[in-house]
């Protein structure tokens, strides 16, 4: 992609945009004043007073914590068959409680996600983590004749285990610079984000307790994980919110406060100034953002597919594989898992990278233009540097990658080859899957940093409402057309994205100076 004189003639353009905002005559001469007559600024805070090691700490309880959202999802996925036949109900009754677990994920982070961006991280998660311990005692004791309640207390568990994944993404937009979070994103995915050791681990447990204590040990698992959990938290975890801790300087109430203050001590109260309380935001404002609803929508496809494939793992291995029992097919859960595992870790280092060498070539590419007035300092400045360039330079390759794998592994189910091959294709599909998401997940929270927890809720809210919706129709289509065309309807849809991938990139940097001038304006 040849796009280095349109980045630089983007840069020349949001700076004008910016100005324009901030003055009704404009600021064209100040755009062209030299820049020795420009008063360098002081070198800039540190963004948190957290060591990288202490911002590991606080990722890795977040990403425990959003752990939940997708083991509570799977771990229930190769229990459904044992589920439907103690509730006598069919299996396409019990995979609605699949589809009414996925449209509360959705829904349910748009409210917790808010009130986190207003109240604070720490007690909204631990009040999550609190709903998912209770819910999962109900499921444990709920009677099998009554699958209503089933489908209830499904959703009471997703209101609550959802919305950590929203949380933790706000944490980590709290602690972390740009040009770290991506490899932050790639540990806090490990927990969360569909794939890794939810979907790894949780289908393997969730076979074995089924089969070996039954499908509502599954529950008590989950309950005293859950518990144990909430406990850490509340011994462990700090507040981060930056308009009620700053950058983790100011000391908050001592409900803010861990038990154990691990991170931060020493380095808080130390020239703290309290940040300015922002309004109450609407997070559904969030949707009237063009390049915003482009990448959820991109990102909501890619999530329909992968949860496409994973929630019919159970019953197409079952009819196409019919040697396998509970437990071997939770074990076949592992390489879809594995491949999420490998996807997360090395997609986060990865897009830290690419920032890192992206941002070098446009100091060059400035420094080389004499005749540019975009200074070097300029093109690297939040508001000029292409951040959707910067992060979207590996889609289009994962994405080829993660179509083909598709349709070849449906096409592996329907002439029924041996076991290996889809098993390897599920490894490659998660892991350009895992990317996809991820980069997807790290831009969003680039633009919008100072609402992580509302714009992942919307996030939720598109990929789940797409996810749901293609799985309450995935076995009928199945039934309809066989597993391999079936799988190649899929990969079509997830090919027809590749648009959306250049319309990022092309009007990213436009609607980004659209509401920085709004900003500004109502300053």
């Known amino acids: ?94 995979n609605l409680t699949v589809t009414a677990y996925m449209v509360l994920q959705g829904v349910s982070p748009m409210i917790w ?67 770290e979070r991506g490899t932050f994103f790639g540990l806090f995915s490990l927990g969360p984000q569909v794939p890794k050791f939810g979907p790894t681990f949780g289908p393997v447990i969730g076979g074995a307790l089924a089969q070996r204590l039954g499908w509502r040990w599954i529950f008590w698992f989950l309950c005293i994980f859950s518990a144990a959990c909430l406990a850490m938290m509340i011994a462990l975890l700090p507040e981060t919110l930056r308009t009620l801790v700053g950058d983790g300087s100011i000391i908050p109430s001592r409900f803010y406060r861990p038990l154990i203050p691990l991170v931060g001590h020493g380095r808080q109260g130390k020239g703290a100034t309290m940040p300015p309380r922002p309004p109450f935001s609407n997070p559904l404002r969030i949707l009237t953002y063009l390049d915003v609803v482009n990448l959820l929508i991109f990102n909501g496809i890619i999530y329909a597919i992968f949860y496409a494939v994973i929630a019919t793992i159970s019953t197409s291995f079952e009819a196409t594989y019919s040697f396998l029992n509970e437990t071997d097919i939770g074990l076949c859960y592992l390489a879809v898992g594995g491949g999420t595992i490998i996807g997360g870790l090395t997609t986060g280092r990865l897009l830290d990278r690419d920032y890192k060498h992206f941002k070098e070539k446009l100091v060059r590419e400035a420094q080389a233009n004499s005749e540019d007035p975009v200074r070097a300092q300029d093109i690297t400045k939040d508001e000029n540097f292409p951040i959707e360039e910067a992060r979207m330079r590996m889609v289009p390759f994962q994405l080829a990658i993660y179509t083909l794998c598709v349709a070849g592994y449906g096409w592996c189910l329907q002439t029924k080859v041996n076991l290996a091959a889809p098993l390897v294709l599920q490894i490659i599909f998660a892991i350009s899957g895992m990317a996809l998401m991820n980069i997807v997940q790290t831009l969003l929270i680039d633009l919008l940093p100072a609402q992580g927890s509302s714009v992942t809720a919307c996030n939720n809210i598109v990929r789940c409402g797409l996810g749901a919706a293609c799985v309450s129709v995935i076995d009928l289509i199945i039934k309809a057309l066989g597993e391999g065309w079936t799988y190649v309807l899929l990969a079509g849809l997830g090919f027809a994205t590749a648009p959306m991938i250049w319309l990022a990139i092309w009007i990213g940097p436009r609607c980004r100076a659209k509401r920085r001038a709004k900003i500004q304006d109502r300053a």
Request: include cysteine; glycine fraction near 6%; aromatic fraction near 6%.
């Open 1 to 94: 992609m040849a796009h280095n004189p349109t980045v630089l003639e983007e840069s020349r353009r949001v700076q004008t945009a910016s100005g324009a905002a901030a003055s009704d005559h404009g600021d064209a001469k100040t755009m062209q004043e030299p820049a020795s007559e420009k008063v360098e600024s002081p070198p800039e805070k540190p963004y948190s007073i957290y060591t990288t090691s202490e911002k590991w700490l606080i990722v890795a309880i977040a990403s425990a914590a959003a752990l939940f959202s997708p083991l509570t999802a799977n771990i229930y996925l190769p229990a459904i068959p044992t589920i439907a036949a103690a509730f006598d109900k069919s299996i396409e009754l019990i």
């Open 113 to 179: 996600g808010t009130l986190a961006d207003r109240l604070g991280r720490r007690p909204i998660f631990l009040a999550c983590i609190l709903v998912l311990c209770l819910s999962c005692v109900g499921l444990a004791l709920v009677p099998t004749s009554d699958y209503w309640l089933l489908v209830l207390l499904r959703c009471v568990q997703a209101a609550g285990s959802a919305s950590t994944v929203a949380l933790g993404a706000g944490v980590i937009g709290d602690i972390a610079t740009r040009a």
